[in-house]
């Protein structure tokens, strides 16, 4: 006897058939994606386990690891170190631009700064000068388009570049990436990098060469006749100071967190004065009294005065 019914579920059966063979790769690869940041989480995994020596034992006596880099007309400077924080928090707070501006003021140069908004895209306005009390309009204005890059369990990279700064630089990015480790710790990777012209590559030069001629950086490049370490000069130096001061800003932040509300500021920038001070050959320049009361002024200038001041 034969089924009627069979062409018709013969020819359900092929619509069923050929729609999973059609729509089975598209499927696949999305049940099978990267999540977001993936890839980057298990490049920056594998520098750890690769750095796990240097991290251990090293001329900052804590687990951190600097390199640098001078091409024809940029500087790129880079930390590794690992953080007594849980990546949670430290995800919380970094994925956050007004936090941002709360680290960066904590850099000598750095005299102002206000997030235009606190959201994955942000402009931060910063005003950057001179190691001492300056007044807004005499100060660099620059800024930074904040990128919440990734923010995962897993993985954080927060981007914030710039076209243009002081003196013809240009090219400014500031990068961190992050991963969780165990016992509750956090991988970072921070990056800094400018570029500059002829014109600032000169004046910095000449500045290096005179008033900055005793300034170095931390990359041993060699031993003096007594056996003792010289250390990197030049615009290498200077990007690798630069490169710490911002990196002992984003410790000294996190720490804070954990001091009353009231206390936090204080504690932040006692902090990062005493952090500095452990590398005084490279970044020693004012005393703690003098840093903590310029920096208090300008904190409170920045949370009262609305960002308006002339360019520059």
């Known amino acids: 006897m034969v089924n009627a019914r069979a062409p018709i579920l013969s020819r359900a059966w092929l619509v069923v058939w050929l729609t999973s063979l059609l729509l089975a790769p598209a499927a696949f690869r999305a049940a099978h994606a990267d999540a977001p940041g993936t890839r980057q989480a298990a490049v920056l995994r594998a520098k750890y386990e690769a750095l796990r020596s240097q991290l251990a034992s090293n001329q900052f006596q804590r687990p951190l690891h600097l390199d640098s880099a001078q091409g024809t007309d940029g500087l790129t400077g880079e930390i590794y170190a690992v953080i007594d924080h849980p990546f949670a928090a430290s995800e919380a707070v970094l994925s956050k631009p007004a936090n941002w501006c709360d680290i960066l003021?904590?850099?000598?140069?750095?005299?102002?700064?206000?997030?235009?908004?606190?959201?994955?895209q942000s402009i931060l306005t910063l005003y950057v000068g001179r190691k001492y009390d300056q007044p807004?309009?005499?100060?660099?204005?620059?800024?930074?388009?904040?990128?919440?890059?990734?923010?995962?369990?897993?993985?954080?990279?927060a981007v914030l570049t710039a076209g243009e700064g002081p003196l013809d630089t240009k090219d400014y990015r500031i990068t961190l990436e992050a991963v969780p480790l165990e016992a509750e710790r956090t991988f970072l990777h921070f990056t800094y990098s400018y570029s500059a012209d002829l014109v600032a590559r000169l004046a910095m030069q000449a500045y290096l060469s005179t008033l900055g001629a005793h300034k170095v950086g931390f990359t041993v490049v060699g031993n003096?006749?007594?056996?003792?370490?010289?250390?990197?000069?030049?615009?290498r130096g200077a990007v690798e100071r630069n490169t710490m001061r911002y990196y002992l800003a984003i410790d000294a932040y996190l720490n804070s967190l954990s001091a009353p509300p009231r206390e936090q500021l204080d504690t932040r920038l006692r902090d990062w004065f005493v952090s500095t001070e452990r590398y005084p050959r490279q970044l020693h320049e004012m005393d703690e009294r003098e840093y903590l009361r310029m920096k208090r002024r300008e904190y409170e200038r920045q949370r009262a005065?609305?960002?308006?001041?002339?360019r520059k």
């Open 305 to 310: 005065v609305p960002e308006g001041s002339r």
């Open 224 to 235: 003096d006749s007594d056996g003792k370490p010289e250390y990197v000069a030049g615009p």
């Open 136 to 157: 807004l309009e005499d100060a660099y204005r620059v800024e930074f388009a904040y990128r919440l890059a990734t923010a995962t369990s897993a993985y954080l990279q």
């Open 105 to 120: 003021i904590l850099h000598l140069n750095v005299k102002y700064c206000r997030a235009s908004a606190d959201t994955a």
